[in-house]
């Protein structure tokens, strides 16, 4: 499945970064407001979710180690800390599973600020956005907020394999490498050196099946983002962070996204992801999934 995540990185990333420090929206001109856009307020306010005692994420199905269910019951990285968020505003938490787009834009229109053409549900905070100073600069209508962690893309390999030297991509155009199918390594490795890589990436429907293989012995290595690589490591499997060569964004940092009409919830949802970095909460969620915890930049 696209990840929007990772496409919106490779849009932004893989091009280099076109924003500075000084001022990251320097090169936008801000478009005409989208019209009719408001349709789903009810239980959108930060009084109103007080009142009625919960309040709704937007999760990606399907996306473990992140978001999932189990028998039922949602589980992952995200949904705790989601739960974390709901606790410290004192109501319930509520979970809207939902697929990934073609674009980031897509989500959050129809997760946060719009809602999709036909059903769908506005929710009140969406988990796993990447932070971009440019990108954020072109939604308007997302307050990007909550950083509560950071991801990069590594390499998983069979350590009998590799007894020696880890493998870098230029290792793949001898041997066997999974990824999830249309995902940004996938996109980088088949661009890498010209495409000599092409006939040894095997493409996976998710990272989850891409990491059963490499232990399966299907292939020799893995790459994919690296708490997705964590979640799926043996005691055969190793995994590392090589540099990547044109690889302008390897790293990211994550948070959630909310709709800029409630800009007093974006403010309560950063403090409770504030807290619970302080306090080791949301490091102790990473580690209880087997994930590399990353601060993220705040």
Not at 105 to 121: H, M, P, V
Not at 153 to 160: G, L, N, P, Q
């Amino acid at each position: 499945m696209l990840r929007t995540l990772a496409a919106a990185l490779l849009a932004f990333g893989m091009a280099g970064p076109v924003w500075s420090s000084s001022d990251p929206c320097a090169d936008y001109v801000p478009q005409p407001k989208p019209q009719n856009a408001s349709r789903d307020i009810v239980g959108q306010e930060l009084d109103q979710i007080m009142d009625q005692g919960h309040m709704l994420f937007a999760v990606y199905e399907d996306y473990p180690p992140y978001s999932w269910k189990e028998g039922g019951e949602p589980m992952g990285i995200d949904i705790e800390v989601a739960r974390i968020i709901a606790e410290d505003l004192g109501v319930d938490a509520r979970f809207n599973f939902v697929a990934a787009g073609e674009t980031l834009e897509a989500d959050l229109r129809f997760n946060i600020w719009k809602g999709a053409l036909i059903g769908g549900r506005i929710a009140n905070v969406m988990m796993r956005v990447p932070w971009d100073p440019s990108f954020a600069c072109r939604v308007e209508q997302v307050v990007f907020t909550g950083q509560y962690s950071a991801e990069a893309i590594a390499i998983a390999y069979d350590k009998a394999s590799y007894p020696e030297e880890k493998p870098v991509p230029a290792y793949f155009r001898f041997d066997t490498v999974a990824v999830e199918n249309d995902s940004i390594a996938d996109f980088y490795l088949s661009s890498f050196a010209g495409g000599q890589m092409a006939s040894n990436i095997k493409r996976y429907t998710t990272m989850e099946e891409a990491m059963a293989a490499l232990a399966a012995g299907d292939v020799m290595a893995a790459m994919g983002p690296r708490g997705q690589l964590d979640h799926g490591l043996t005691d055969s499997i190793g995994v590392h962070e090589p540099p990547l060569a044109g690889f302008a964004v390897s790293n990211w940092t994550l948070g959630v996204g909310v709709n800029f009409r409630y800009r007093p919830l974006s403010y309560a949802v950063d403090d409770a992801v504030r807290y619970a970095l302080e306090d080791g909460r949301i490091a102790a969620i990473h580690e209880k999934y087997g994930v590399t915890f990353r601060a993220p930049e705040r």
